[in-house]
């Protein structure tokens, strides 16, 4: 049993204030990603959990016992770190025994445990080696492993594929949410990477400087970003924002853009009453274009843009595009055959609009 | 292209020869019995230990020998152990007034040794540590040098390695003991030999604290002995006891060569 919980923690160093008053609960055997740019505060974050910084503030529980002042060897967690951190003089049997050997387990046990673990990450061949004499894919393992080998309650692992090229990151991925779903322990995994979050975490904390802008799954935060933040952090290209305000008219309300070029219908919906006269920024996937009109029936609007680049992935491609004067990105089906520089028109159903208030941010209807 | 290589090998065997001569000279004038040492040149002229024989007869050589090695070495094992911990404090941790403190170390370093001569040997007399070998030791368990060579040297070392080993279970000393100094070794090694010649070559200290001849160290016991009127002003048996001043650092220079030169680069002081 070990969630963790954050009651109004706050971090200074100095006068920057690294984390602000986070407030969320990890639940026991939940897998927590943070992510966020970097420099947001997501490894103060994590090291506050480890017990490797202090707490300027609040309250943080472990399991639900309070561990402010608990030392990092007594919170019965593991952390594996971006640049692997191992101990360069001992061979990585020693590297994974070490903290066994500290606790004053009897040898036996020690070895027992550490195959064991070696076994799970298929580093048996490497337990005689240095870590100088091994590759980053071999490393970050054996940094798992010394994570793994003393069964602890909660994991942390800050950044742990950055330092890996691609393919291997593709696969330390699964296999560390393979790991997860084996020891059924709590995970706080920090990230900047995007589709590692999303690909990882049952749920999501995002953070941007200092401040968790949104916890929820995957899923939520995809469909119903909370912020303009978290809108434009998900997702790739970005979500593309149009400034405007959104305005009554005779037919209900519409969403104009600011050059009072274009006018959207909205919902017809109370919720826009209290942000009539505002300024908004309308937000749209990539994904939500299509070359040709929705057959589904639902109301759609149509954009004539003029395509000035493409970007082909053989799946599917990328067309960065003029609307007026405003850059879109548009995801198109591979098939389309464009040669830019050309005119052609965009549909994106209503539903799939996103709209954030300008001043807070704050998505709103 | 060979005749100037030629000439530079002859250059260079001209200065190394200008060099060893004097140490051959001496090992030499030692062996030989003291009627003959002023016509020595390069070749023997009867070989006899008796200068060494007539050394050991009149100081307490191979006490003193003893006691430079004693204090030498705890001295160097302070520095090392010292060093480290004060070198760890000013690179990894965080606190008030960290880089002043650091400023003030730094300081002490650039200060004359002459200056604090006085205050120091004052302390030694009212703490009644003279004629002991605390005077010599426990004054030199910590050096503003070790401490700099240390702190730089931890710096380099990530963070995160620290952190690993805390969440691992490890105490402050054991971080440093044994995660941090396996891995500045080329810094032990400096800071060893450095410390040790230091306090081995060291007469101005020991002169001033010790009087009792049977706590002398060798440099102290020497120059006191080839200047004071007891070698009766024998040449041989002067070299002899300069002979066996050298010898130590002589036999260390050649185990440790490589770490010598090193060192004396890293650290751009000459011992
Ligand atoms: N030891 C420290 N001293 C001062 N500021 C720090 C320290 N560690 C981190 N910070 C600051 O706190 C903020 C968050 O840092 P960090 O948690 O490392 O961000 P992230 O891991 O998200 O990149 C940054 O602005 C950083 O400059
Ligand atoms: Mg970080």
Redesign the pocket.
């Known amino acids: 049993m070990a969630s963790i919980r954050f009651e109004q923690v706050s971090k200074r160093?100095?006068k920057?204030t690294?984390v602000a008053q986070a407030d969320f609960e990890v639940k026991d055997k939940e897998f927590m990603v943070l992510v966020?740019p970097?420099?947001?505060?997501?490894?103060?974050?994590l090291r506050m959990i480890a017990g490797l910084e202090d707490i300027s503030e609040g309250g943080l529980f472990i399991g639900g016992e309070r561990v402010n002042d608990l030392p990092p060897k007594d919170r019965d967690i593991a952390i594996v770190f971006q640049n692997y951190a191992l101990y360069p003089h001992m061979t990585v049997y020693d590297n994974l025994a070490f903290g066994l050997k500290i606790r004053g387990l009897k040898k036996e046990a020690i070895r027992e445990k550490v195959l064991e673990a070696a076994r799970i990450l298929e580093i048996e061949a490497l337990l005689d080696r240095k870590p100088k004499a091994m590759s980053g894919g071999q490393l970050q393992r054996v940094a798992i492993g010394r994570a793994i080998v003393r069964s602890p309650k909660v994991f942390l692992f800050?950044e742990p594929l950055s330092n890996l090229d691609a393919k291997l990151r593709g696969q330390m991925r699964l296999e560390i949410a393979r790991l997860h779903k084996k020891l059924q322990t709590t995970v706080v995994y920090?990230t900047?990477d995007q589709v590692e979050a999303m690909t990882l975490g049952d749920r999501i904390a995002v953070?941007q400087q200092?401040i968790i802008q949104q916890i929820d799954t995957p899923q939520n935060l995809y469909r119903r970003p909370a912020n303009r933040f978290v809108a434009g952090f998900i997702g790739s290209p970005p979500m593309n924002f149009i400034p405007g305000a959104i305005n009554q008219s005779s037919q209900g309300f519409v969403f104009e853009d600011d050059s009072l070029t274009y006018a959207f219908p909205l919902p017809a919906s109370a919720a826009w009453e209290p942000h009539t006269g505002r300024r908004v920024e309308m937000g749209l996937r990539p994904e939500h274009f299509s070359a040709r009109p929705p057959q589904d029936g639902l109301p759609y609007a149509s954009f004539e843009v003029e395509v000035q680049h493409i970007e082909r992935l053989g799946h599917e491609s990328f067309a960065f595009a003029q609307w007026g004067k405003y850059a879109l990105a548009a995801r198109l089906s591979a098939d389309e055959d464009l040669e830019p520089p050309c005119r052609i028109t965009l549909w994106a159903s209503l539903d799939k609009m996103h709209f954030f208030d300008l001043e807070s941010g704050r998505a709103v209807g | 292209m060979k005749a100037p290589k030629l000439f530079f090998y002859i250059l260079l065997a001209g200065a190394s020869l200008s060099f060893l001569y004097p140490f051959y000279w001496m090992l030499l004038a030692t062996l030989t019995p003291e009627a003959q040492i002023g016509a020595l040149g390069f070749l023997p002229a009867g070989l006899t230990m008796d200068n060494y024989q007539l050394l050991a007869d009149k100081i307490p050589i191979g006490r003193a020998l003893l006691n430079s090695f004693i204090v030498a070495a705890l001295s160097t094992t302070g520095v090392l152990v010292f060093g480290a911990m004060t070198g760890y404090v000013l690179a990894k941790m965080?606190f008030a007034g960290r880089n002043l403190l650091f400023f003030i170390i730094i300081f002490t370093m650039s200060m004359p040794f002459q200056l604090t001569l006085i205050p120091n040997y004052i302390l030694m007399v009212e703490l009644r540590w003279t004629d002991t070998l605390a005077a010599l030791v426990i004054p030199a368990l910590n050096s503003a040098f070790a401490i700099l060579l240390f702190r730089q040297a931890f710096q380099s070392i990530p963070d995160d390695l620290i952190h690993a080993a805390r969440v691992d279970g490890c105490s402050e000393l054991r971080i440093i003991f044994q995660i941090l100094l396996p891995n500045v070794i080329p810094a032990v090694i400096t800071a060893g030999i450095i410390t040790f010649m230091n306090s081995w070559n060291d007469v101005l200290w020991p002169l001033i604290v010790i009087r009792n001849e049977q706590l002398m160290t060798m440099p102290q016991l020497v120059a006191l002995f080839a200047v004071g009127g007891r070698s009766e002003a024998q040449l041989g048996v002067k070299l002899a006891a300069a002979v066996l001043l050298a010898l130590p650092i002589i036999v260390a220079y050649a185990v440790f060569q490589r770490h010598f030169i090193q060192s004396m680069a890293s650290s751009g002081l000459k011992g």
């Open positions: 160093y100095g920057v690294a966020g970097s420099g947001c505060g997501k490894s103060t974050l800050d920090v900047h953070m200092g | 965080r």
